[in-house]
């Protein structure tokens, strides 16, 4: 089965949904690297997260979502843009680091409490002078889940709440959000007080296992069987990584002439392979003063790159 995002509406309750299943992409990102369970539970569950989260993206753009460790994790990165395009890495801070199977995130990410979430919106064509929209929270909760639940209703005041799960294989989430009044109104059909409570209580039944286990049509089956669902068309998740190099020559710049001709003193060429896609570049002393020589702006991210040199 292709890899699927399903849209769903609920006809007598201010509440909307979705459910999305990653497979084939889930794969790509883990051919980049083997990653211990542990950080793929991780990993794969922010991939889920993001790709929920960025199905209500309201411009087009991406939405970057990071999570930053004092742990044996030193980074988790997942951006998913406006079309579904996805994208994931993560940083040991040893690759010699054994990790155990059943390690949770406040053992991987938050060992002595100086863990943080980012979330970064990021619009495709920015205006003159706008930057990324970036908030940053301290990690609060003890999953995944949790950090991005306690942010939205923080950050975006949405009641959300979000079920994920993943393994080797698949990755899958569950999210319900309750719908802001419109108008200062709600129409008679929204009118039962206790309809979001109902629909986080059924979701709530849901089993880690089951996620992982059950597709999508029979999960919206087995949960709100009595509920009167509207569901839109399906989308489509894929990896796609876009990475250039003129991207790359312009993390170089950013880096400063003098750093760059420190590392060349040694090095005939610097090799600069892309975390998320294993792309590789090479700059030689040529192309690094090029760089410098151009009088183009260098383009500054709010987020940090996970482009390694």
């Given amino acids: 089965m292709k890899d699927t995002l399903q849209r769903f509406m609920f006809e007598a309750a201010p509440v909307r949904g979705e459910l999305v299943e990653i497979s084939e992409t889930w794969r790509q990102v883990q051919a980049r690297r083997d990653y211990p369970p542990a950080v793929k539970t991780l990993l794969g569950e922010m991939l889920a997260a993001a790709a929920l989260l960025s199905a209500n993206l309201k411009f087009n753009g991406a939405i970057v979502m990071q999570i930053h460790g004092d742990g044996p994790v030193r980074l988790l990165v997942v951006e998913c843009d406006s079309e579904l395009h996805l994208r994931a890495t993560a940083k040991m801070a040893s690759d010699e680091e054994v990790i155990a199977d059943d390690a949770l995130l406040p053992q991987l990410v938050n060992a002595h ?94 089993r880690s296992d089951e996620l992982l286990s059950t597709d999508i049509q029979t999960l919206m089956h087995r949960l709100f069987w009595e509920e009167t669902i509207r569901i839109f068309d399906p989308q489509r998740p894929q990896f796609q990584c876009n990475c250039t190099r003129e991207k790359v020559g312009n993390m170089l710049k950013m880096l400063g002439r003098p750093e760059i001709d420190a590392a060349l003193e040694d090095l005939q060429a610097l090799a600069i392979d892309c975390d998320f896609c294993g792309q590789h570049y090479e700059f030689d002393r040529v192309d690094c003063a090029y760089l410098f020589a151009s009088d183009d702006p260098v383009e500054i991210l709010q987020a940090p790159s996970p482009i390694k040199h």
């Fill in 113 to 206: 409490g100086h863990g943080r979430f980012v979330i970064t919106l990021d619009p495709k064509d920015r205006l003159p002078g706008q930057q990324p929209y970036q908030g940053i929270v301290p990690l609060d909760g003890d999953s995944v889940a949790t950090v991005i639940e306690n942010y939205m209703l923080r950050s975006e005041q949405l009641d959300t709440r979000l079920w994920l799960a993943a393994d080797g294989n698949v990755s899958r989430g569950l999210l319900l959000q309750k719908l802001p009044p419109e108008g200062g109104s709600i129409t008679a059909g929204h009118e039962e007080p206790e309809a979001w409570n109902r629909m986080v209580m059924l979701a709530s039944t849901l």
